[in-house]
């Protein structure tokens, strides 16, 4: 049976005691039916920060029955940031100061997935990754998987604007993953041509992509970016039906009321 390794990458502690269901349930539950899938969890471990004004509990991932786990301390990675070249240039007002941070933070750990699926290349046909803070409201379709070569990959596509790409979900063969997971070490040439004011981290997805000729599939997988203070983002164009889904999902886990971020 073909391998598939799932990665959850970021702040897993955030919020994974309220997504962790929804990641399993709809995404490797799926992969299962016609895979033999690994997980793998790449934490940024804040140590005692307060995320999203909330302290958290840095344990909350032994929920996830993983097989491999890395984790790289807030403090390290941000002395690590700090040297990749153009760092130093701010994109006001969106790729600028707290959300550049938190950007170059995601993409440095993604740097680390990278080198886990370099090592491991010749193991996994596929490499999912996604943010461990995405509550899925919809199964993932492994029939998306059919027309996957090392050209191409799988994003959601229902956060996006103008030429952007939904970053913090992708699937493709581990050759494709690996290229896009260490964009960071392209940053500089990435951004030489980027209007001041048009920079967010889903155009450097999307400008890495186009530079690297890296073309795309678009899932009709919806999530939502869950808080840890228990707020979340959702769709640009929201639509009742997720609601009602979204809704059911909240009643299940007994949580009241949830404030919205648009």
């Known amino acids: 049976m073909k391998k598939v390794i799932v990665c959850l990458t970021g702040v897993i502690n955030r919020s ?14 799926q992969l299962k039916k016609e895979y033999e899938v690994d997980i793998a969890v790449f934490n940024n471990n804040v140590e005692d920060c307060k995320v999203d ?23 390290f990675i941000d002395s690590e940031i700090v040297k990749i070249d153009g760092y130093d240039k701010e994109f006001p007002p969106y790729f600028t100061k ?25 193991v996994y046909k596929y490499a999912l990754i996604t943010n461990a803070d995405y509550l899925y409201l919809n199964k993932f379709s492994t029939k998306s998987l059919i027309n996957i070569n ?35 070490n392209q940053y500089n040439s990435l951004i030489s041509n980027v209007k001041i004011n048009k920079l967010t981290y889903e155009h450097i997805l999307s400008n890495y992509c186009l530079n ?17 203070n228990k707020k979340i983002k959702i769709l640009r164009i929201f639509d009742k039906k997720i609601f009602k889904i979204y809704d059911s999902y909240l009643k299940s886990k007994n949580i009241e009321k949830l404030d919205l971020i648009y």
């Open 53 to 75: 004004g909330v302290k958290i509990n840095n344990n909350d991932m032994s929920i996830i029955p993983y097989n491999f786990i890395f984790e790289y301390k807030q403090t």
């Open 16 to 29: 994974i005691k309220y997504t962790w269901d929804s990641i399993k349930n709809n995404i490797i539950d």
């Open 98 to 122: 707290g959300y550049k941070k938190n950007g170059f933070r995601l993409m440095y750990i993604e740097s680390k997935v990278a080198d886990f699926l370099e090592k491991n290349k010749d």
């Open 150 to 184: 090392e050209k191409n990959i799988i994003t959601c596509c229902h956060w996006e604007t103008g030429n952007m790409w939904t970053d913090g979900f992708y699937v493709g063969t581990t050759f494709s993953i690996i290229k896009i997971m260490n964009r960071i």
């Open 212 to 228: 690297e000729n890296i073309t795309r599939f678009k899932t009709d997988l919806i999530f939502f970016k869950f808080r840890a």
